[in-house]
């Protein structure tokens, strides 16, 4: 993806739950029905939130949001490679502090699941291990060996002794109910056969011998041996049951969307099919659910992996990638929450009794010997609703969705019925004024000879980089005779370059001569292209560009800072889960060769090559503004009329008014990479991306090629990410929580209208209504029209009660619209609100009617 943060930053550079018991020892266990804190079944809600793609000031706030979504559990990887950059020296500061994560979830009352791995797999470079542990003498990952055991374990103990020392863990009084450690083995454990299965249980029994009183689970592992528990990840885990009777049914990664790829569609799952999994998964006697992401984040720097992972990890998460609510998967998936929250007595105190309601419909329903009773009625038919008896009582279920009964009565949550309002998100000019760009041209005719080397022969690229520069220069030279025929009008010789990944430029005598890059499918790709040479010595210039390193072998804003002034920097080039992945090789392994010489073929492969790692933009530290002055700058109307291929941008800009978080908008820039205040944000590459674009619909098995959005590039700019108008859709039955009495099971009661929440971002307030209609309104948010029933009031109804407010609420009633459109007929409200930026004096109070 090409738009990045901003976060309104200074500078910015371009290369294009026991909660009382927090202070006492408390106790976690667990038996066949859930996890046990401080003797107290419980079922449990968490989240993904990465604390290093985000930053230490937005974790409060994302914290808190994922508490009133309704979430226990707040889940994070540990990232081996930022925390021990080089050996034995390590890093907790900043986007890394560990413990400062923690305590923040601790002080929001919430708990926290460690997962420890240390591979982490994640869409993370190098899957979160460190590059240098690949140079480890006589080293295999993630096997029965030595070197990696010594390795793994003694970062294993620094984090568990790290956490101890900070009283982090729950049965010290902090947060911490669970650690994990290993992470989707299973596969690779039966690949590897007895090597894999001793490296399985080694680890197992090295994490349960640390003693942090808290369980271990090991995921996607179904051989995890007493008494790590072994547990599920997937975009569905009903199916799965633990190794053992005695242990619980854990998901620990459900997942809520999917990364993105650069040239691939961006992913979304309807937040309909989200919810169906989950209270199936529930339903089916689950009792902890973690999704991956509820916070996706960004992956700054070079942290993306892959190879070819956006710096966007948006993930279609509740929370978006700059913090903001996305509305309506998290405000249904509350509701979720709130709704099994009230089954919770009935779901660990007994097992569920099965029975069939029609083809495709089940009831599942929990009694416990204190007479408390929950249902979960189901509908598995991906095409059509269903009328069912339960009970006595009919019950109208829409495809491919679960209706919950907290009492066995009374529906108060249906998975397909969305009653929360849809949120339209757009990125809009920030209004910012860019000064002062100018340019300075990466010099590509000479190199730094204190920096390079000659040796024999085509390199690995990370072998000679060490991860250290996205890039690494190839160079060679050769002879051409005066007498060659395509010197004397015959047709140019050819150069073709096999590489193994993942973009290359090549440059002749200076010049740039062409461009080839692979996909993350398909890693190894073939340049091919006619050159220009010359009579005598040419000088062939071949720059390698890693797009992130391998996860694993099969690879399947800033926030809100008010400063005055900001400076954008720009470099700009033209135009998984498996073992040993350590072995893979990056970089130009050949071979590279001319043909249509007069001598035929001349293979370069084993010639002298000249390395030079980075470009000298970086060796000169352009990045930091301390580091600005060092060269001559020009401005960029100068630099335009001079396209050169390889070239740094930087200007400053006034920080805009709101508190909208910002994005630096790179469509149109190509391929590069960006600082701010001389931290890197990441990655940018333009490319249009292929998906299917036409619609989505959540009922039917989810997988990352359904429900995708293509890519539209522009030119860059600087905008901010706002709520620009909001929607709504209930109908007139709309199950609601405030219909559920308990104590009135079994007698008459009165009904309580559901009601349509309209809710704009702070600073923002209703300025008109859109569309409105009370009756049987066509069409979705964005595109609504008028059916053939239509209130004449909608509009006005709206206006009145919404208008100027930050919030409202409508009852859907026929006594609040005047009188019935369409007597007989089911009836819904549908609406769409503009948000408008207000200020306090010009906001009416909120009202309810």
């Known amino acids: 993806m090409a738009t990045l943060f901003v976060y309104r930053m200074l500078i910015v550079f371009c290369l294009s739950l026991c909660l009382c018991c927090h202070h006492i020892h408390c106790s ?30 937005m974790w409060e706030d994302l914290i808190q949001k994922a508490k009133d979504g309704g979430l226990d559990v707040i889940e994070t990887y540990v990232f081996w490679n930022v925390h021990e950059p080089s050996p034995g020296n390590y890093n907790f500061e900043g986007r890394y502090d560990l413990v400062r994560f923690i305590k923040t979830i601790q002080k929001a009352g919430l708990y926290a699941h460690l997962r420890i791995g240390p591979y982490v797999c994640a869409e993370w470079n190098f899957g979160g291990f460190p590059v240098w542990l690949k140079y480890v003498p006589g080293i295999s990952f993630r096997t029965d060996n030595e070197p990696f055991k010594r390795a793994m374990q003694g970062f294993t103990e620094k984090i568990v002794n790290l956490m101890k020392s900070e009283n982090l863990f729950e049965s010290q009084g902090g947060p911490i109910i669970l650690s994990q450690i290993e992470n989707e083995y299973g596969a690779q454990s039966k690949l590897l056969g007895a090597a894999g299965h001793n490296y399985m249980t080694w680890a197992a029994k090295m994490a349960v011998e640390m003693g942090t009183g808290v369980p271990w689970v090991m995921c996607k592992e179904e051989d995890a041996p007493d008494p790590v528990i072994n547990s599920c990840n997937g975009f569905y885990c009903d199916a799965f049951t633990p190794n053992q009777p005695y242990k619980p049914t854990i998901w620990t990664e459900a997942w809520s969307g999917w990364f993105t790829e650069f040239g691939g569609p961006i992913h979304q799952r309807p937040v309909q099919d989200l919810a169906f999994a989950a209270a199936r998964f529930i339903q089916k006697g689950g009792s902890f659910i973690n999704y991956y992401m509820y916070h996706g984040g960004t992956n700054f720097g070079r942290s993306a992996g892959g190879p070819f992972i956006t710096t966007s990890y948006d993930y279609d998460a509740p929370i978006d ?183 290359l430029h090549i440059f002749i005598n200076g010049q740039l001569s062409g461009s080839a890059f692979g996909t993350r499918e398909a890693r190894r790709f073939m340049y091919t292209g006619k050159v220009n040479l010359r009579a005598g010595r040419n000088k062939i210039a071949l720059l390698s560009v890693a797009v992130g390193l391998p996860i694993r072998e099969d690879d399947d804003s800033v926030n809100h800072f008010d400063f005055i002034a900001k400076l954008i920097m720009i470099f700009v080039i033209m135009k998984n889960v498996g073992g040993h992945y350590e072995t893979w090789n990056t970089g130009i392994l050949g071979p590279v060769a001319l043909h249509g010489l007069d001598q035929g073929k001349w293979d370069l492969s084993w010639q002298k090559w000249t390395y030079q790692v980075g470009l000298r933009g970086e060796a000169m530290n352009l990045v930091s503004p301390n580091g600005i002055s060092s060269v001559e700058w ?19 800009f006034n920080a805009p008014e709101g508190d909208e978080p910002l994005a630096l908008d790179m469509e149109g820039m190509g391929k590069g990479q960006i600082w701010i205040n001389g931290q ?141 459109p369409c007597p007989n007929v089911l009836k819904r409200l549908s609406v769409e609100a503009i948000c408008s930026p207000t200020t306090s004096t010009t906001m009416q109070p909120n009202w309810r009617g």
Not at 43 to 55: A, D, E, K, N, V
Not at 634 to 652: E, F, G, I, T
Not at 751 to 767: E, M, W
């Open 28 to 57: 976690v266990t667990y038996d066949r029905k859930a996890l046990l804190i401080n003797g107290q079944r419980r079922i449990l809600f968490s989240g993904s939130i990465h604390y290093p793609r985000s930053t230490p000031d």
């Open 321 to 503: 990638e700059y913090g903001l609510i996305r509305q309506p998967k998290y405000g249904h998936l509350k509701e979720l929450h709130r709704a099994i929250k009230m089954c919770e007595r009935a779901l660990v105190s007994a097992d569920p009794i099965v029975t069939s309601l029609g083809g495709f419909q089940q009831a599942h329903v929990y009694s416990s010997e204190s007479g408390d009773c929950a249902a979960f009625l189901s509908n598995y038919d991906t095409k059509s609703a269903a009328r069912v008896l339960f009970n006595n009582m009919h019950y109208n279920l829409p495809p491919w969705s679960i209706s919950v009964l907290p009492d066995c009565r009374n529906v108060v949550f249906n998975t397909a019925k969305v009653g929360v309002q849809t949120s339209q998100m757009e990125m809009l000019p920030a209004n910012a004024e860019m000064f002062s760009w100018e340019s300075y041209f990466e010099d590509i005719s000479s190199l730094d000879d204190s920096s390079t080397f000659t040796t024999q022969g085509l390199l690995e690229q990370i072998n000679v980089t060490r991860d250290a520069s996205d890039y690494l220069w190839y160079i060679t030279s050769v002879d051409i005779g005066s007498s060659e025929s395509f010197l004397h009008g015959g047709e140019l010789p050819t150069l073709i370059v096999q590489s193994t990944g993942h973009a």
């Open 634 to 652: 020009m401005q960029s109307s100068l630099a335009v009329q001079r396209q050169q291929p390889l070239m740094w941008h930087k200007a400053y």
């Open 680 to 820: 890197s944000v990441g990655r940018y590459w333009t490319a249009y991306a292929k998906g299917d674009c036409n619609g989505c619909n959540y009922v039917g098995g989810y997988r990352p090629t359904k429900c995708q959005l293509g890519g539209n590039p522009s030119r860059i700019s600087l905008v901010k990410r706002s709520v620009t108008s909001v929607c709504a859709e209930v109908a007139e039955y709309h199950p609601t929580i405030k219909n559920w009495h308990i104590e009135s099971y079994g007698k008459p009661e009165e009904f309580h209208s559901p009601k349509v929440h309209l809710r704009c971002s702070p600073g923002h307030a209703i300025s008109s209504i859109k569309f409105a209609s009370f009756g049987t309104p066509l069409g979705t948010c964005g595109s609504y029209q008028q059916g053939p029933c239509h209130s004449p009031t909608s509009y006005d109804i709206l206006e009145k009660k919404c208008v100027g407010k930050q919030r409202c609420a409508v009852t859907i009633s026929n006594s609040n619209f005047g009188v019935d």
